[in-house]
């Protein structure tokens, strides 16, 4: 309940208990001062009503504006990240879906192919949640660069808990956004290298060994 509620309640209890008390008095002084009384707080509950009525309307409106920047906004985010996860799980997800819990915060669940259930982040492997976190961070990349400058994108063993089928669809996935803005790669892994050389196009794939 909010204050404002609260208030509300207060003051209808009160008005009832001064109410029945006109009703065990005549027309004396007293049932005139009682009187008065109920009339001051009528005037304050009306005030009260009145910002309520405000407080509702301006959260209602504060509401919508959320709900419209939420579509403009992680719709498309959210779109594409069904389609990186989906393709780097291999099928095994069909994509992700926002739920909310009992106070009213969103959180994602990973969604089976066909709806076959939902899996939260904490009920997944260490390898697919890791998945799914590169998935958002690759759509929300590219939504940043449909109006901005684009910055090389950098990461360091992000493939460590994949196997290698997903190892390989992921840095597929890479390549493609190395269309739009330079990918840096690092990696103590000889086997993702061996990966990388035998289903990336050697056109947009650039090895250079670091020497200790």
């Not at 099928?91 to 959180?107: I, K, L, M, T």
């Not at 090389?152 to 997903?166: G, K, N, Q, S």
């Amino acid at each position: 309940m909010t204050s404002l509620e609260k208030e509300r309640t207060d003051l209808d209890r009160t008005i009832g208990e001064e109410r029945n008390e006109l009703k065990k008095m005549d027309g004396s002084g007293k049932a005139a001062e009682l009187a008065e009384d109920v009339e001051m707080i009528l005037g304050g509950m009306e005030a009260s009503i009145e910002q309520y009525a405000e407080l509702r309307i301006a959260s209602a409106v504060l509401s919508r504006a959320i709900e419209r920047y939420r579509e403009k906004n992680e719709g498309p985010v959210l779109k594409r990240t069904n389609q990186l996860f989906a393709a780097m799980t291999i099928g095994s997800f069909a994509g992700v879906r926002a739920e909310f819990d009992e106070h009213g915060n969103p959180y994602l669940v990973g969604v089976r192919p066909g709806d076959h259930g939902t899996v939260i982040v904490e009920g997944m492997s260490d390898g697919t949640a890791d998945q799914l976190y590169l998935a958002l961070r690759l759509a929300s990349l590219e939504k940043y660069m449909e109006n901005s400058e684009p910055l090389p994108f950098i990461v360091d063993d992000i493939l460590i808990r994949f196997d290698d089928e997903r190892s390989v669809a992921a840095l597929q996935v890479l390549a493609q956004l190395a269309n739009r803005t330079q990918v840096i790669f690092f990696t103590h892994h000889s086997h993702l290298v061996d990966l990388a050389e035998a289903n990336i196009d050697s056109s947009s794939l650039f090895e250079h060994t670091l020497q200790a």
